[in-house]
């Protein structure tokens, strides 16, 4: 223990800052961030103060000297994650702690990349990035923005990208009776509420608009963007992007909640929440990481997750897109084409159309009518051909309900939220949505969940086949038309768009539906129909807005 607390403190020694090092002077405290190319970074900078587990996030406490915002903060606790074939995770994420270090709360960080000539008067774009890491594992640290902020800048279109912690796994986002009656529910969502309002207030002493300032996300990242969307208590006013899915309720919870006050030793306790809050940190790790996770077999129906409370998701959120209660504001929304392969590993143990059945009704719909099942194994055959990866054949079979199993859980989790949403929304704003297909020879998995991401946030810009994603967003970000620059007139050509148009969701495409910027390998960018599956992504979404599968997801 006390190695480790030595290895924490030293990361926030440093030397004596150069007379250029960069800093940035906020009312609770002066950072020294560090100079990277033609970006400047701060990093680890705390939007909260030390928060205790279970606890809502708090305003930073005041810091005294110079501190040090030149290495990533903490990531917040993670969670272990079930192995499964073909695919390897890596969790290397440093220095995950429930410690106070120099005042300062671990996980609670937010960082910000900037172009090295911005001030306070620049007023520029803000790109505020959620990271993904399905509720369970993640951190600020996951996702290199950098060459993005540099796009920008090259392009003339300069924006700054914030990019904050929060909690994950029962850290975040515990459910039950109790959490509800302390009202702690959500508290990953919170703490990235808390975070965007740290933005709002102090973004513009990085150069950025607190006015201009667009919410984003990746994987669980996407979803929380979206749930902040919705009408809500907690509502910031400011622009989202993303695709509401189903959302349990916090009493629906509460098995997994008595599950840790029993593995805790908390069943006689007075106040059983109370009693979970001072289980030592090791000890309470190591009964979440007994829970089901993201790669164990119940796979996309998490437990610690999103819920119903009344007040961060006030409804299911599928039914806040049907009533239209979400914010009216410019969406730019995709999928990858296979989105269902990765989450499909795990299940790799059913093999026939009895046990597909059964798999569907026990993990996603179990409050679902036998009917109902059956419609899903109508619509989602085990017939390969039909399966995901898609347009691959007979081919990455891995058993025979694998790629049956994959285009279903594409489709409820990913593909129909998107699709439901997008036809309520594009009806009273702004809408484009795009599909990835590139990645399609990947064994087993194809295009999957977050192939798109390098065409958004690029290792070497040099490298890609072409850069209409990238610069399609950063257009976005400062226009709000991902066709439409901001870059003044000598400067547009250096955009390299390849001419391609893209229209909005609702625009007829050249097969009379609505219309997909895809991308296809090896550097093809086209405009597609956003009509695949219709028969059996229709019916999920009923059974999305009707909550029957509210429980099971």
């Not at 990208?161 to 959490?179: C, K």
Request: charge should be negative.
């Amino acid at each position: 223990m006390l190695s480790e607390l030595l290895l924490l403190v030293s990361q926030f020694l440093f030397p004596i800052a150069a007379a250029d090092s960069p800093t940035v002077s906020l009312e609770y405290g002066t950072f020294l961030g560090a100079t990277d190319g033609n970006l400047t970074k701060f990093l680890g900078i705390p939007f909260a103060r030390p928060t205790g587990r279970f606890e809502l996030p708090r305003p930073p406490v005041q810091l005294h000297g110079l501190q040090n915002a030149t290495i990533f903060g903490p990531a917040c606790p993670q969670q272990a994650l079930s192995p499964v074939p073909i695919v390897s995770f890596d969790n290397n994420h440093s220095s995950i702690s429930e410690a106070y270090i120099n005042s300062r709360a671990i996980g609670l960080f937010v960082d910000v990349y900037m172009p090295s000539t911005a001030q306070p008067s620049s007023k520029l774009s803000v790109l505020f990035w959620i990271y993904g890491g399905g509720y369970e594992v993640g951190s600020s640290a996951d996702t290199d923005v950098r060459p993005t902020v540099e796009r920008s800048i090259f392009l003339g279109e300069p924006v700054i990208i914030v990019v904050p912690n929060y909690r994950v796994s029962a850290f975040g986002f515990l459910a039950g009776q109790e959490v509800g009656d302390a009202g702690v529910t959500n508290l990953g969502l919170r703490d990235q509420i808390f975070a965007l309002q740290w933005a709002k207030k102090y973004v513009s002493s990085f150069g950025g608009d607190p006015e201009r300032i667009v919410i984003g996300g990746q994987s669980a990242g996407s979803i929380s963007t979206a749930l902040l969307l919705l009408s809500n208590k907690q509502n910031s006013g400011s622009l989202v992007s993303g695709s509401p899915g189903p959302a349990p309720t916090v009493a629906d919870g509460q098995p997994y909640y008595d599950q840790l006050v029993v593995a805790n030793n908390c069943t006689a306790a007075s106040d059983t929440l109370d009693c979970l809050k001072r289980v030592p940190f090791d000890d309470f790790m190591a009964t979440v990481n007994k829970t089901a996770d993201l790669f164990s077999y119940r796979s996309l129906s998490l437990l610690w997750r999103p819920r119903v409370d009344g007040d961060v998701i006030v409804r299911n959120p599928p039914l806040s897109v049907a009533q239209g209660e979400f914010a009216k504001i410019p969406i730019l929304s995709g999928d990858c084409d296979d989105e269902g392969t990765l989450f499909a590993l795990s299940s790799t143990n059913v093999t026939t159309d009895s046990e597909f059945s059964d798999y569907v009704q026990s993990i996603y719909l179990p409050g679902g009518t036998s009917a109902e099942v059956a419609q899903i194994a109508t619509l989602y055959p085990e017939d390969p051909v039909v399966g995901s990866p898609f347009d691959t054949g007979n081919a990455n079979a891995l058993t025979p309900e694998f790629k049956r199993i994959a285009a279903f859980e594409g489709d409820i989790f990913f593909l129909g939220p998107r699709r439901l949403f997008l036809e309520h929304a594009s009806k009273t704003q702004n809408a484009w949505s795009w599909l990835n297909k590139r990645g399609k020879s990947t064994p087993y998995v194809g295009a999957t969940h977050s192939s798109d991401m390098p065409m958004f946030f690029p290792a070497d810009i040099n490298a890609m086949p072409d850069t209409v994603a990238i610069d399609s967003l950063i257009n976005f970000l400062n226009t709000l038309d991902p066709n439409e620059s901001a870059a003044p007139k000598a400067l547009r050509s250096r955009s390299n768009t390849t001419g391609v148009f893209w229209p909005k969701w609702q625009t007829a495409s050249s097969e009379g539906s609505t219309s997909l910027l895809t991308f296809s390998d090896p550097a093809v960018v086209n405009v597609t129909a956003d009509d695949f599956r219709a028969d059996g992504i229709d019916f999920l979404n009923t059974l999305h807005v009707e909550g029957v599968t509210a429980i099971g997801l």
